[in-house]
């Protein structure tokens, strides 16, 4: 079993999942989860070096990426901003 980079405990995880859509905790190792249930699985990941917080009965849900644009806005600055991305 890998030992977490961060274990979050004591809070209300939402986990997408049909079969189990809230957790009391997580582990996170390398970026990624490695398991989500409550804070008595969670702890078997724990390890040396883990980071462990305590929410305190606080909410987590996953991450929101958005990844859209306005077409019109773009458009214009575009063509009205000079890019100046790798100048000195």
Do not use: M
């Given at each position: 079993m890998?030992h ?5 405990t ?15 905790a997580?582990?996170?190792g ?10 008595a699985?969670?702890n ?9 917080v ?6 987590v ?8 644009n306005?077409?019109?806005y ?7 901003w000079a ?6």
């Open positions: 890998n977490a980079d961060l274990i979050l004591n809070g209300k995880v939402f986990t997408l999942w049909d079969e189990r859509p809230w957790v009391s997580l582990a996170v390398d970026g990624r989860v490695l398991a989500a249930g409550d804070d699985e969670i078997a990941y724990r390890g040396p070096q883990t980071e462990v305590d929410l305190k009965g606080k909410t849900v996953p991450g929101f990426t958005d990844s859209h306005h077409l019109l773009y458009g214009q600055t575009a063509l009205l890019d100046l991305g790798g100048c000195r």
